[in-house]
C-alpha cells in the first residue's frame, strides 16, 4: 500500500464523518493518536471535545454545546472518546470507548472487547464503530477496528481488526466513517489508508484541521505520546466556542 498526503485525503471529499489516525511521529519518538467529529445537521454540529479527571488521568468527553439542541439518542453524539488504561489509550468515535476500556481491565483482548458491540443503530446510515488503541508498554503497537453492517443489510456485522507491529517514523494508518457524503450515507471500504505524518504536534494538529471542510468539522483531539517517558502532549480544537 503506498503512502499518500495526508493533507490532500483529507480535502478529498466534504464529509468523511468521524475520522481517527495512529502512527509515530515522523522523527520516530513519539506515538500519535487524532480523532475528530463532523456534522451535517444541527445536532451531529452541537458538540464540543471536553477534558475531565477520572481517577487521576484525562478522559476526552464529547459534549453538547448547546444542551437545548440534543435530540434523538445522545448516546451517540455523547460519549467519552478517548480514555487510557496503564500505557494504553483507547480512541474511538462512540460508546464503545468504554466497552474496550472495561474489556481491557477483565484481561479481553482489543478485539475481543468488541465483539460485544456492532454498527451505530441510526438506520439508514447504520454509521460504522471507528475505534483504535495504542500502546506503547514495550515495543510500541497499534490496532484500528471498524465494525459496520453489510452494505446496509442490519442483520449481520462486518468486523475487521487491524494490527500494525512495528510502527514506521512517519506513517501513520487513517480510518473513518463514510466514504463520502450521500444519503444513505455510504460507509468506509478497504483497509486504512496509510498517511504521511509530519512534523511535530502543532504542525499535525494545524495540517488536519485545515483539511477538513470548513463547514462541517466540528472538533479535532490530537496526542503525542514520547515512548520513552510516556510523557502526553494533547491539543483540542472546538470549532463551537
Do not use: C
Not at 493533507?7 to 515522523?26: N, W
Not at 472538533?219 to 491539543?235: C, M, N, P
Amino acid at each position: 500500500m503506498k503512502i499518500v498526503d495526508l493533507k490532500s485525503e483529507l480535502s478529498s471529499t466534504t464529509y468523511p464523518g468521524r475520522g481517527i489516525i495512529a502512527g509515530l511521529s515522523e522523527d520516530g519518538k513519539k506515538a500519535v493518536s487524532a480523532y475528530w467529529t463532523m456534522g451535517r445537521s444541527a445536532g451531529s454540529r452541537n458538540r464540543v471535545f471536553v477534558t475531565e479527571q477520572e481517577d487521576g488521568t484525562d478522559v476526552i468527553r464529547t459534549k453538547a454545546f448547546d444542551p437545548s439542541l440534543i435530540a434523538g439518542d445522545p448516546s451517540l453524539i455523547i460519549y467519552a472518546a478517548v480514555r487510557e488504561l496503564g500505557k494504553k489509550t483507547i480512541v474511538t468515535n462512540g460508546d464503545q470507548t468504554d466497552t474496550i476500556f472495561e474489556g481491557l481491565k477483565k484481561g479481553l483482548t482489543f478485539e475481543q472487547s468488541l465483539r460485544s458491540r456492532k454498527y451505530e443503530h441510526d438506520a439508514p446510515n447504520y454509521t460504522p464503530r471507528i475505534s483504535s488503541l495504542l500502546d506503547v508498554e514495550g515495543n510500541y503497537n497499534y490496532s484500528l477496528s471498524i465494525l459496520k453492517s453489510d452494505n446496509g443489510n442490519p442483520d449481520n456485522t462486518l468486523r475487521f481488526t487491524y494490527t500494525y507491529d512495528a510502527p514506521v517514523a512517519g506513517e501513520g494508518h487513517y480510518i473513518h466513517t463514510y466514504m463520502g457524503d450521500g444519503n444513505p450515507l455510504p460507509s468506509f471500504e478497504g483497509e486504512p489508508v496509510k498517511v504521511k505524518l509530519s512534523g511535530d504536534i502543532d504542525s499535525l494538529t494545524n495540517e488536519i484541521w485545515t483539511s477538513l471542510n470548513e463547514d462541517n468539522k466540528v472538533s479535532l483531539f490530537v496526542r503525542y505520546i514520547d515512548l520513552e517517558t510516556g510523557k502526553a502532549e494533547t491539543r483540542v480544537i472546538n470549532k463551537n466556542k
